[in-house]
């Protein structure tokens, strides 16, 4: 187990440098933000000025030497627009990020896993029909569209939530349903799935034939063994949304880590672009690192 341990926190160390070897040369590649920061008519001394202060002067190597000395030391600089630290302004709206997915994700493992077990219990009849549908319904449907519609129909006709912001709890109602969707939609399908190939294993068969109730065989008896590839999947979708959910947050003016990167980005603030993204691949290798602990609890042989 020790070793299984070593080389996954390894491969992701490994993963992590290269991302931001990657991240920081094509952050540069989006222009000189002195443009941005200055007026048009600023005089050349203080386009000079700006750009020496900021280290924009150096060879681009040398920057990057800079930078990753500083980020070895967790000090990512200071963001140009807000003259603070880009950590800091990267962790408030990562905490946004992270309630928003935990938040999901909890209400989507709980209902697909629920539905999903039932629908594979009555394979064929009513509800597994509805199930099958609606979850592939929402595991097709785009973010974006979904997102506008929403806003449409229950923000600007019936007027039962906002549109934007994080206020009260109703504010949370329409990002969370959108973002909720297509993870509920995948994983009813792998849940489905995983559990009819569990349901005719020898021994549900055989607890059957001993009486054991209906429900004690799906939930205790065939669950266990049928979430292998569900956690893997919920693995997935929860990096889903710590990565991707950009376009929900954006549209509903949502304070996250995924605004806060395309806010940065079209201001060319790299020390914010760059902390955002590092701080989001390593919640991203922590979650993956825990998946993989479960997973190998669950099945020894992935320890080897």
């Known amino acids: 187990m020790g070793a299984f341990l070593a080389r996954r926190v390894f491969a992701s160390a490994i993963s992590l440098v290269g991302l931001i070897v990657l991240v920081f040369f094509l952050s540069r590649l989006t222009g000189d933000p002195t443009a941005l920061f200055l007026p048009i008519d600023a005089s050349l001394e203080s386009r000079e000025r700006f750009r020496e202060l900021h280290g924009f002067n150096d060879p681009l190597y040398v920057q990057f030497l800079h930078y990753f000395g500083d980020v070895i030391r967790l000090d990512f ?8 630290p880009a950590l800091n302004v990267v962790l408030e709206a990562f905490t946004w990020t992270l309630q928003l997915a935990v938040i999901t994700m909890t209400l989507v493992t709980l209902c697909a896993i629920l539905i999903g077990s039932l629908a594979a219990f009555n394979v064929g009849g009513v ?3 509805l199930a099958t549908f609606f979850s592939l319904v929402g595991a097709s449907a785009p973010d974006f569209w979904i997102a506008i519609v929403s806003i449409v129909v229950f923000a600007v006709v019936l007027g039962w939530v906002p549109t934007s912001g994080t206020g009260s709890p109703l504010h949370w109602v329409l990002p969370v349903g959108v973002l909720f969707l297509r993870p509920f939609g995948l994983i009813v399908q792998v849940v489905r ?3 009819i190939t569990a349901l005719n294993a020898a021994y549900v068969k055989t607890a059957r034939a001993k009486g054991v109730k209906n429900k004690s065989i799906v939930f205790v008896h065939a669950l266990r063994n049928a979430m292998l590839p569900v956690i893997t999947v919920i693995g997935d979708q929860a990096a889903s949304l710590l990565n991707g959910a950009v376009v929900v947050e ?8 995924g605004k806060l990167m395309i806010d940065s980005i079209l201001q060319r603030d790299f020390n914010v672009i760059l902390a955002a993204i590092t701080v989001t691949a390593v919640a991203i ?13 669950l099945d020894p042989r992935i320890r080897t």
């Open 285 to 297: 290798f922590v979650m993956n690192f825990l998946i993989d602990l479960a997973y190998a609890a």
């Open 250 to 257: 954006t549209i509903f003016g949502f304070p996250g880590v």
């Open 77 to 84: 600089g200071e963001s140009i627009r807000r003259a603070e």
């Open 193 to 195: 799935g995983s559990m």
């Open 127 to 129: 509800f597994d029909r």
